[in-house]
């Protein structure tokens, strides 16, 4: 169920759009953050965990926690098993969110995995069209949804 849009985000909006969008969910909860690579990710987790200047996509170590906040990067992960393998919960206690990287294709093994009270979302970025050929960046639209 798609909850709410935001049709032209530049970098400059993010701290509203992190705003408005901690507003518009539950928490505890987990956000699938879907994307082509280069479309924001990351930048957007570094936004919303504001406790933590030093956030990075967590490739390596697959999940980082940083105060009431989890980070997880699936890209490297080849099967829905390992997603089992992950034990998310001993990440999750204690946490109010979980941001995931990379996370649609595993989205069953991701419900099956946190805890019945958690609402889990999608936030899906896309890249929009160059306005004119003087610009040096394009806006992303974001598409915030529930996943039941």
């Keep these: 169920m798609q909850l709410k849009v935001w049709e032209d985000v530049n970098e400059s909006d993010l701290p509203s759009v992190v705003e408005q969008l901690k507003s518009s969910i539950n928490k505890p909860c987990a956000i699938i953050l879907s994307g082509p690579v280069g479309a924001g990710k990351t930048t957007l ?72 009270d958690w609402s889990l979302y999608e936030l899906d970025i896309s890249i929009n069209p160059k306005k004119s050929e003087n610009e040096t960046t394009s806006s992303r639209r974001l598409v915030l949804s529930e996943i039941k």
């Design 45 to 116: 987790t570094k936004e919303f965990i504001t406790e933590d200047d030093g956030v990075c996509s967590p490739t390596y170590s697959i999940i980082n926690e940083s105060g009431s906040y989890a980070h997880a990067d699936f890209y490297r992960l080849e099967s829905p098993e390992e997603v089992v393998h992950l034990e998310l919960s001993l990440y999750l206690e204690d946490k109010d969110y979980f941001l995931i990287e990379w996370g649609r294709e595993f989205v069953k093994e991701i419900q099956r995995n946190i805890d019945h």
